[in-house]
């Protein structure tokens, strides 16, 4: 089969590699789109550890269901399904718990670490368990079913946050997840959402998508805009999507006393942070990572129209271009989104 393979840093080639074949309890899907995560676009130079070369990247993903195991009973060649990027394995005490993020064997599509490679979905043919299978309705395209991953992620720190129709909640960040977040917030029933970025379009994509208030931080006092946004008090809930010093610290100062925060982007290893802050207003740190059995709720979401991920999708584009598509968003100033690949 065909894939796009990171043969060294920050370099791939579109080549030939074996089929993968199923094991008694996994499914073959024929992947028909595939989204480009930002974690890819960070990690493809080698710098996080986690996209060690030689890897098939790729774990936001839709296709149907080519070939299934000999154990397998629920699933049939043609089903249209997504799947969790995070593999699982259904029997530690997290995965007991429901918590199948923080599984102690925990695995994730398209990653390759010191601790272990997981071949992923930028190629015509993926393995996965049945058990992250889940069933796309016709309402949902294949193209649409590629951000399902990405939507959960959101929905998951969402969930963290304990919203409900009278939480002030602001989005520090407004790239794929921070515009996901502002969408999950809505569709949660929030009703006072403000987004921070410096980018004014994608601003403008966030009040489109459901925030109430924007606020560019190169050109204002974002704290104090914040502020006055909230009447002097502060967000119930913030939702920092970036993961530097500055975007942290902003929304550590912007919650209220008492309030959350909810850290999901993770640019960078280490941040500085206003500890006496935190501690003598008794803000509480969360940090959030992939989803938690979010995915059935997303995909009734885009099925409904609850969610549009149409504003967020910049290009879809053939799988055989995917390594002009990764150096454009890897030198991207903001005017580019997300970019789906098609075997």
Known sequence: MKALLLTSAGHFDYVDVPDPVPGPGDVLIRVRACGICGSDIHGMDGSSGRRIPPIVMGHEAGGEIAEVGRDVAAWHPGDRVTFDSTIYCGNCRYCAAGMVNLCDNRRVLGVSCADYRCDGAFAEYIVVPERVLYRLPAEVSFVEAAMVEPLSVAAHAVSLGRVGPQTRAVVVGTGVIGLLLVQSLRAASCERIIAVDVNAERLSRALRLG????????TV????????????????VAFEAVGISPTVNLAIEGVRKGGTVVLVGNVAPEVAFPLQSVVTRQISLRGSTASAGEYATCIDWLARRRVDPGELISAVAPLAEGPRWF????????DLLKVILEP
């Open 211 to 218: 925030a109430t208030t924007s606020i560019r931080s190169d």
């Open 221 to 236: 006092d974002a704290l104090e805009q914040l502020w006055h946004a909230t009447d002097g008090r502060g967000a119930d």
């Open 327 to 334: 150096d454009r968003l890897r030198g991207s100033q903001g």
